[in-house]
C-alpha cells in the first residue's frame, strides 16, 4: 500500500475522518496476514514509511502507525503518505546469556 491520505474533506469532520483511515490500514494489514505463508516463511512482516509527503518519508515501525497518525492530526496537516511494504519474516533465536556464577 502506497497511499496519499487526505485529511481535509467538506462534510466530515477531522476525528471521523482519521478513525476511517486507521481502520483502513489496520483492514489491509489483517488481509495480507491472512495470506497463505510460502515454504521456508514464518509469518509476514512489513515495511513501514510515514511522512508528510513521499519525498519526505522516514522509515517507522509498524507499531507505530496510529501514532504518526495522530501526530498528523494533531500537526494538522493537510495530507500525509503511508507505505506499507509486505516481506517474509524468519523468525531468529535470541542468544542465551549465561547465568552470573556466585
Not at 509476514?44 to 522509515?59: I, K, L, N, S
Not at 501526530?71 to 547465568?99: H, N
Request: proline share 8%; aromatic share 10%; with cysteine.
Amino acid at each position: 500500500m502506497k497511499k496519499t491520505f487526505i485529511l481535509t474533506h467538506p462534510k466530515i469532520k477531522l476525528p471521523r475522518l482519521v478513525e476511517a483511515i486507521k481502520y483502513e490500514v489496520k483492514k489491509y494489514i489483517k488481509r495480507e496476514r491472512r495470506k497463505p505463508l510460502p515454504k521456508d516463511v514464518d509469518f509476514w512482516d512489513f515495511d513501514c514509511r510515514f511522512g508528510a509527503d513521499e519525498a519526505t518519508c522516514e522509515v517507522i515501525h509498524p507499531a507505530e502507525i496510529n501514532k504518526y497518525i495522530s501526530q498528523a492530526e494533531t500537526k494538522e496537516l493537510e495530507s500525509f503518505y503511508l507505505e506499507i511494504l509486505v516481506k517474509p519474516g524468519r523468525r531468529t533465536k535470541k542468544p542465551q546469556s549465561k547465568p552470573a556464577a556466585f
